[in-house]
């Protein structure tokens, strides 16, 4: 899933590792005109289509050959460690951000540091400061600063989508504060319908609590939680707030006490369906909406009265210390930086971090860009609640269906959650 961040892990079997080189040639088989590029988007993804697309550019303009292999991203993540540690290394392949992924990669020297490729082509021009984030590692692998180690070509983020059909019945409108926004859900549960789509189980009820608590918090907050640049209050206003408001939601019926057993596919199947009016959760649920809700209009706004949002850049663009052809990897990476492949993706539901916004055409897709751009240029963008340690995604969601539950108090599962929280952290930095 796009929203966590998981370990990969240095102890594979090699077996897995030759699984993933597959049969068609290593890289001691690539050639000075040959690209081997690895991703593991689907063809008539966003993504999928802008590189097939870059591909095809790349092949003209530079005369090489691409030597394309689609991998799962499961193949990817278990293998990751050994493969890029031997000659089987492509040139260049899609990869996961964050200290337990990228980070562990090039803390482990299996990365090559790209800063003076970023230098040469100009690619820290076009992505925001906190979409630069994920891109940088230091020497332990911790994201932030130190040296580029990758590049994202699209990003991702969290917003409201929300079925305008039953907001006009109820006569209802877009909210601007968060006040507001508590009306609409009042409003709702005043008629029997609970507002939001929700999932305990997995992520989006972990999204919406960490949401609550940026409304109250700044970018400092944000660094202190995600980079460790100082200690957590888990008793502080913007923790509190937020786990007392989703206790009292619940209370009020905005969100199922049911929720606590539910996936997020079962939300984002809620909203589909028409059983909830609002689902508060990310990007990559944009493209499946357009092509499977057919029975209300729907659209999309940010939550409201915030300065930050979670999301993020998108995976990234890395390139072996391995690879045989690094210069052809950041021609291809470069490629899929231009307008004309960056509208590709924009055109097809994904979110574009260097698009034109003239050649976004589709009307939801430029409401889901505006939004992304809009979080972007007030450094919105925060990341996600579970990134800090490779534990705290399963240990948040348990913590919250135990709130929704109401097993537990708002403090004791804040007193829960802060000690796993720092537990994990000082695993990562002592």
Not at 6 to 17: D, N, Q
Not at 111 to 128: K, M
Not at 348 to 361: F, K, Q
Not at 411 to 421: I, K, P, R, S, W
Request: charged share 20%; with cysteine.
């Amino acid at each position: 899933m796009k929203h966590t961040r998981t370990l990969a892990v240095a102890a594979s079997l090699a077996a897995a590792a030759l699984a993933l080189s597959g049969c068609s040639g290593g890289g001691s088989g690539a050639d000075d005109n040959t690209l081997r590029l690895w991703h593991y988007e689907g063809a008539d993804s966003a993504m999928g289509k802008a590189w097939d697309e870059a591909i095809k550019v790349f092949e003209e303009e530079t005369g090489a050959t691409v030597e394309f292999e689609e991998k799962s991203f499961e193949q990817i993540r278990s293998t990751a460690s050994q493969v890029l540690n031997s000659n089987e290394a492509p040139d260049l392949l899609e990869y996961n951000k964050g200290n337990a992924t990228a980070g562990l990669l090039s803390s482990q020297g299996l990365l090559t540091p790209l800063d003076d490729a970023v230098e040469e082509y100009g690619w820290d021009d076009q992505l925001a400061p906190s979409l630069q984030t994920t891109a940088k590692y230091d020497e332990d692998g911790i994201m932030g600063s130190g040296s580029w180690y990758g590049v994202p070509n699209y990003g991702e983020f969290v917003e409201v989508y929300y079925n305008k059909d039953a907001f006009a019945a109820a006569g209802l409108e877009v909210p601007t504060t968060l006040d507001e926004f508590e009306d609409v859900l009042a409003a709702f549960a005043a008629q029997g319908v609970t507002p939001l789509a929700e999932s305990a189980a997995e992520y989006p009820l972990g999204q919406l609590w960490y949401q609550l608590a940026l409304s109250k918090a700044d970018r400092q907050f944000v660094d202190d939680y995600q980079l460790y640049e100082n200690p957590v209050d888990w008793t502080g206003d913007e923790i509190s707030y937020a786990t007392e408001t989703v206790a009292d939601w619940t209370e009020k019926g905005y969100i199922s006490a049911d929720s606590s057993g539910l996936k997020a596919e079962d939300a984002g199947v809620g909203f589909i369906s028409g059983d909830y009016p609002i689902f508060f959760s990310g990007s990559w649920w944009y493209g499946r909406f357009a092509s499977e809700i057919s029975d209300f209009e729907w659209g999309t706004f940010l939550f409201p009265e915030t300065e930050l949002s979670p999301g993020s850049a998108g995976n990234m663009w890395v390139v072996p210390e391995q690879a045989k052809n690094k210069e052809l990897a950041y021609q291809f990476i470069d490629i899929t930086m231009r307008p004309e492949i960056q509208a590709i993706l924009g055109n097809n539901g994904g979110v574009p971090v260097a698009a034109d916004a003239a050649d976004i055409t589709d009307p939801k897709s430029q409401e889901l860009i505006a939004n992304f751009n809009a979080l972007t240029e007030k450094d919105g963008i925060a990341f996600y609640p579970d990134w800090p340690t490779p534990t705290f995604y399963d240990e948040l969601n348990a913590g919250l269906q135990e709130l929704v539950n109401g097993t537990k108090s708002p403090a004791d599962v804040q007193q829960q959650l802060g000690e796993q929280y720092q537990a994990g952290v000082e695993d990562i930095v002592g």
